[in-house]
């Protein structure tokens, strides 16, 4: 089954940075959320497994590959 990507809203991110901390991946990724809006681009964060993406709202082939690329990742890393 492959993993969708979530859409986290900015609430949810900005709680999750001031539980894990300033130098945590969500406090990172809410930076880089922060950093593309003050460039005026219509960005979001978004998480598929244990990772976290920035970036426009996606389309469905989109969503589909970046499923399909985080499940490669995830057998590769996992031994055999």
Do not use: C, N, W
Not at 2 to 19: G, N, V, Y
Not at 53 to 79: F, I, N
């Amino acid at each position: 089954m492959l993993s969708k990507m979530q859409h986290i809203e900015d609430d949810e991110l900005e709680r999750l940075a001031a539980e894990a901390g300033p130098d945590s991946l969500e406090a990172k990724t809410l930076d880089d959320l922060r950093r593309e809006r003050a460039q005026d681009r219509q960005a979001f964060a978004f998480r598929i497994g244990e990772f976290y993406l920035v970036g426009p709202m996606p389309d469905a082939e989109t969503d589909l590959t970046m499923s399909l690329a985080y499940e490669y990742v995830k057998r590769m890393r996992s031994p055999m």
